[in-house]
């Protein structure tokens, strides 16, 4: 029986490693760089972190990053840890709905292919550069070997700010690499669900569907919680952790890194939450994850079955 079926509430923790280049491209910022930081330091506190608070984690890379040097043996050491290795795709393109099925469905089931093959582990989830999916998208997903998703994000708030700031982008001449996706997801279920095939964003007989939690408008997020400070945040997390029987919370490697810590190029202070230090971030973190913890239980999304029906 699983933790779900026994009436007890359960938590997952999903790091997305997305690398430095990735924010350079949202932000449509000249001089790509190929610094390995986000891999290097921002997963390596996140380890830590979870280890500290007893918490086996997801993390969703992007298999074409393994390449770059002691990335292979990190993904390797996340694995020995107790932590889940989900795909983030081959190469982290925001367009991946739009692509043509024959490429599309490289970027999904290579990611998958190469993650596994690098961790010696097998992959199971797939998360959405962007959080942008369709049923195109969710077939792929299933048909190379997923047995979930975890890209719906049904949050208001973040897909106007999204849509405001690629607006604005526009407007300055400058490219957004990232896209918008579609409004339906802002009526997906709140709770994981089955998505049916034709329309991942409603409810069905498919593929099991880990949506990004949101709760009272709050998305429990690493950004979200940075931007509102300890107290808010724990507060959030409180209240979600009693509305839901399951949270899915999602972080990105980054998240612990910051532009004074990690001496990051001055250009990324476009990201306002890289202005806030380690120290900071991590003490907001870890007490939004031990007042969850207080009354959830923290599992692998690998680890969680969906009841049927
Ligand atoms: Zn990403």
Redesign the pocket.
């Known amino acids: 029986m699983s933790a779900r079926e026994a009436g007890h509430r359960t938590a997952s923790v999903g790091v997305?490693v997305?690398s430095l280049w990735?924010y350079y491209r949202i932000h449509g910022l000249p001089g790509e760089t190929q610094s390995n930081a986000a891999w290097r330091d921002g997963v390596a506190r996140f380890v830590q972190m979870f280890a500290g608070l007893g918490i086996p984690a997801t993390f969703y890379c992007v298999a074409s990053d393994i390449e770059l040097p002691g990335n292979r043996e990190r993904l390797r050491d996340l694995v020995a840890a107790g932590h889940e290795i989900g795909n983030?795709s081959l190469n982290?393109r925001y367009d991946l709905s739009r692509m043509k099925p024959a490429e599309r469905i490289v970027e999904v089931g290579q990611g998958r292919y190469r993650l596994e093959m690098a961790a010696e582990a097998q992959v199971f989830g797939f998360r959405a550069?962007g959080y942008n999916t369709d049923a195109g998208l969710i077939a792929d997903v299933k048909n190379t070997g997923h047995t979930y998703d975890s890209s719906v994000f049904p949050c208001a708030p973040y897909y106007a700010a999204k849509a405001g700031v690629m607006g604005l982008m526009q407007l300055l001449g400058r490219e957004s690499r990232s896209i918008l996706g579609t409004p339906k997801v802002l009526i997906a279920p709140r709770e994981p669900y089955r998505m049916d095939p034709e329309e991942p964003h409603a409810r069905g007989d498919g593929l099991p569907q880990f949506p990004v939690s949101v709760a009272a408008g709050v998305p429990l997020i690493g950004t979200a919680f940075t931007a509102m400070g300890e107290r808010a945040s724990v507060a959030a997390a409180e209240l979600a952790v009693r509305l839901r029987h399951h949270l899915t919370l999602e972080f990105h490697a980054i998240d612990l890194m910051s532009l004074a810590d990690d001496a990051l190029a001055p250009e990324l202070s476009v990201q306002p939450d890289l202005r806030v230090s380690v120290a900071q971030k991590r003490r907001i973190f870890e007490s939004v994850l031990t007042a969850v913890g207080r009354r959830a239980k923290f599992v692998r999304l690998c680890d969680l079955k969906l009841g049927v029906g």
Request: proline content about 17%; aromatic content about 0%.
């Open positions: 997305d997305d990735h983030h982290h550069p």
